[in-house]
C-alpha cells in the first residue's frame, strides 16, 4: 500500500495525522518493504490435521526405509511464456525499449509436463504427458507401463504420489491395488 494510502487510513482510524514521508520512515524503520504476497494453497483446518497426522505417522521412519520409497511428480514447462508475473524495471518513457520487451508469439508456444520419479539408488524414465493428466492417462501411460514393472523388479517397495486428482481417482487405486503396489497415504 502507497505510503499517503497508509497516512490516510492512519487518520481515518485514529484521528492523527502524518505525512507519506514519516509513514514510509516509519515502515523502513521496521524493515518492511511492499512485496509481492505468497500465492499458497490455502489449507483448511482438517488439511492442516491430516497432515499433522502423516508427518506423525512417518516421523518415525528410518533411512533404510525412506530407502524403499520412489517418490513421483510431474512437472509443467511453458516453452515461451511465463506462469507468473514477470516485472521489468524501468522508466515510464521506456515501455517499447526493446530492452523491456519480452517477445512471445500469438499462439502461446505451447507447454510439455513431464512425470518422473527418485529413489534412493536410481530414477525412473521421464514421461512427456499430452494434455491435461486423467486417471485413466495416469494409469494406461504412466502406471502401468512405468511404475509396475519398476517397483516389481526390486528398486523400490513403497510408491509415493501427491494428492493430485488422478492420483487418487478410484481407477487409480483400483490398478495399484491389483498391481500390489504400496503407496503411501
Known amino acids: 500500500m502507497p505510503a499517503t ?4 487510513r492512519l487518520k481515518h482510524a485514529t484521528g492523527t495525522r502524518i505525512s507519506a514521508y514519516t509513514a514510509r520512515n516509519r515502515l523502513r524503520a521496521a524493515r518492511l518493504r511492499a512485496r509481492r504476497p505468497y500465492n499458497g494453497v490455502p ?3 482438517n488439511h492442516r490435521l491430516l497432515r499433522l497426522n502423516w508427518a506423525r505417522r512417518y516421523s518415525r521412519w528410518l533411512r533404510n526405509q ?3 520409497v520412489v517418490f513421483t511428480d510431474e512437472s ?11 516485472r521489468v ?3 515510464r518513457s ?13 499462439y502461446g508456444g505451447g507447454s510439455v509436463m513431464i512425470w518422473g520419479g527418485i529413489y534412493h539408488q536410481g530414477k525412473t524414465e521421464l514421461v512427456t504427458v499430452q494434455n491435461r493428466l486423467n486417471a485413466a492417462q ?6 502401468l507401463p512405468i511404475v509396475v514393472p519398476y517397483i516389481q ?3 523400490a517397495d513403497v510408491f509415493q504420489q501427491n494428492n493430485a486428482q488422478c492420483h487418487t481417482a478410484g481407477q487409480t487405486q483400483h490398478v495399484l491395488a491389483e498391481n500390489n503396489i504400496n503407496a503411501l497415504e
Not at 494510502?5 to 490516510?8: E, I, N, S, T, V
Not at 511453458?78 to 514477470?86: H, K, M
Not at 521506456?94 to 519480452?102: M, Q, T, Y
Open 66 to 68: 525412506w530407502n524403499r
Open 43 to 45: 489449507l483448511s483446518e
Open 94 to 106: 521506456e515501455r517499447l525499449d526493446p530492452a523491456n520487451v519480452i517477445e512471445c508469439d500469438n
Open 89 to 91: 524495471w524501468r522508466r
Open 153 to 155: 523388479n526390486g528398486n
Open 76 to 86: 509443467k514447462f511453458n516453452l515461451d511464456w511465463a506462469d507468473g508475473r514477470i
Open 5 to 8: 494510502k497508509l497516512a490516510q
Open 138 to 143: 495416469y494409469c494406461d501411460e504412466i502406471i
